[in-house]
């Protein structure tokens, strides 16, 4: 998602004037990328149709310059829940070690599990630099985040693919339940 | 809300509303928790029916563990999503559900309005 920010910040003149935002390629192209991209709490963006909107966006949107704290405190706390969220995503799919669909499908299964893990683990050291500093790390600290969130997207759609290709032999039993009477004691 | 003669314009960030209050364009809005909650449509009953629904998947879980019956992957990447789900109640819990009615600040007539509000921008992150 930064990356597309970037791209679009090269792209595009300075502002957008909102006179007929229609009109213009960036609002279809922010319409799509704005829900990700304020989800994964990176940066935040407001919605290209903010004006009609009745709502702000989901984690803020106020960016940088809130007056209510030091700069980057805001966002950085995000960056961390999300952070930990997504080492704890990844953990849980730890779970799935030894389902053995095939060897290929379970290699993979741990290596997905495993990226998800590390993907938000490379972003710490630069989020505690961050919160030490109280500035940015120039350079490294806009290629991690995007280095990290392709690992992360790749590793998801892994994951989901894995989950359907397991549907073409689930294992016997798969449909029966659970047989709650069984600790009452009964006749 | 900022409405400018008496039509509306659009959101004000924190940053925009104290500027103006500070430059005495428009009244400080008196805003109390009870006010925001009343419009909010989602209460602690609904919050809890929905935790009720994940702590029972969960417990279906271990209990199909408990009794060797098979797990399957669906259900591993559901657990995680309901862990995820566990995380964003915690935050959220006081974040008010589909606020449809916004506070209205007013522009005093006497000054000419803004010229333009960081949510007026179509893309405000590229500014």
Known sequence: ?187 | MLYVDGKRRATLRPDELLLFILHELVEMPVIVEADIEDRSKGDRLSKTIAILQLAWFVLQLVARYVQDLPVTLLEVDTLALVALAGIAYCFWWKKPKDVGRPYAVYWKTTASPPRQLAYEYVVNVLS
């Not at chain 1, 741990?110 to 990226?115: Q, T």
């Open chain 1, 1 to 187: 998602m930064f990356f597309l920010e970037i791209v679009l910040i090269r792209l595009h003149p300075r502002q957008v004037d909102v006179e007929s935002p229609t009109d213009s390629w960036v609002y279809f192209v922010v319409t799509c990328i704005y829900p990700f991209a304020s989800l994964m709490g990176y940066r935040t963006l407001n919605s290209s149709r903010a004006v009609n909107s009745r709502r702000v966006p989901s984690l803020g949107g106020y960016g940088e310059n809130c007056v209510y704290s030091p700069p980057y405190f805001r966002l950085l706390i995000i960056l961390l829940i999300a952070c930990v969220a997504g080492i704890a995503f990844g953990g849980i799919h730890c779970l799935g070690w030894n389902f053995s669909q095939g060897h290929a499908e379970q290699i993979l299964w741990r290596a997905a599990s495993l990226a998800i893990i590390s993907a938000p683990v490379l972003i710490l050291p630069f989020w505690a630099y961050e919160i030490k500093t109280d500035n940015f790390a120039p350079r490294l600290a806009d290629v991690v985040p995007i280095v990290s969130i392709v690992i992360y997207s790749i590793a998801r759609v892994i994951l989901i693919v894995l989950i359907f290709m397991s549907f073409r032999s689930p294992p016997p039993g798969t449909y029966d339940t659970v047989a709650w009477t069984n600790p009452i004691p009964h006749f």
